[in-house]
């Protein structure tokens, strides 16, 4: 069981950034790919970003590519999600997730998940 924690949501001007922590903390985090998620109002979860933990392997969804970028810190047991250049359609509640290396990555309901945190992009 993996334990996570966002933080960095916020509301900020379309053009603007902003940067999400997620704090993991449990067993076998090296065995995890870790992830971001997000939900717009109405909407169904989807995939954001994901990134492994024991090497530097990252995916994105195309509305993100090129604007966003995930990282991680070993030392700090975090993952980083930096999002630049934000726009309207940005707006959501944006859930960290751990999962199995073995598990789907773009699959909305596997792994562990954080509370979420708010993400709103004014225009």
């Known amino acids: 069981q993996v334990q996570l924690i966002e933080s960095g949501g916020g509301l900020v001007q379309a053009g603007g950034f902003l940067r999400l922590s997620c704090a993991a903390s449990g067993r076998n985090l090296l065995t995890q790919r870790m992830g971001w998620f997000r939900q717009a109002p109405g909407k169904e979860r989807e995939f954001v970003a994901t990134?492994?933990?024991?090497?530097?392997?990252?995916y994105y969804a195309d509305s993100v590519k090129g604007r966003f970028t995930i990282s991680r810190d070993n030392d700090k047991n975090t993952v980083y999600l930096q999002m630049n250049s934000l726009k309207p359609e940005d707006t959501a509640v944006y859930y960290c997730?751990?999962?199995?290396?073995?598990?789907?990555?773009?699959?909305?309901?596997?792994?562990?998940w954080g509370q979420g945190t708010q993400v709103t992009v004014s225009s």
């Open positions: 990134i492994t933990w024991s090497g530097t392997i990252t």
């Open positions: 997730n751990a999962r199995s290396l073995l598990a789907s990555i773009r699959e909305s309901n596997v792994g562990s």
